[in-house]
């Protein structure tokens, strides 16, 4: 598989991880947030770096440019993301993905 399809669904787990932050009992509330503050601003950066290699591989496309090869990858691309039983995170996947709606490129502030 390209490196890059590998690289994406390897931030999509980071941020699964980074999702739930380490805590233990008696933790202070200043150290917990300041956790979440760092796992947070990795996963934004995360976010990004997926994103771009969604528009490189994916939305800058053209059908008609395609080798075999490549819509052979992209399908074991897809098939890791959209399948529901394996998918590595579809919620990730959709967080960073455009907005259809809005317009946006991310969900995550830019102050983040």
């Known amino acids: 598989m390209d490196e890059r399809y590998t ?4 931030n999509l787990r980071r941020v699964r991880a980074l999702a739930r932050p380490e805590t233990h009992a008696g933790m202070k509330a200043a ?3 300041e956790e979440i503050k760092q796992n947070a601003a990795e996963s934004y950066t ?5 994103n771009a290699i ?8 053209r059908a008609e ?8 990858g992209l399908s074991e ?4 993301l959209f399948h529901y039983a394996n ?3 579809c919620g ?19 102050s983040a």
């Open 7 to 10: 690289r994406y669904i390897e």
């Open 31 to 33: 150290d917990l947030l």
């Open 46 to 50: 995360l976010m990004q770096q997926s």
């Open 54 to 61: 969604l528009d490189e591989v994916i939305f800058s496309r």
């Open 65 to 72: 440019n395609l080798t075999e090869e490549e819509a052979a």
């Open 77 to 80: 691309f897809a098939g890791k």
């Open 87 to 89: 998918s590595e995170d």
């Open 92 to 110: 990730c996947l959709l967080y960073t993905s455009p907005s259809p709606r809005d317009g946006l490129l991310s969900r995550m502030p830019s």
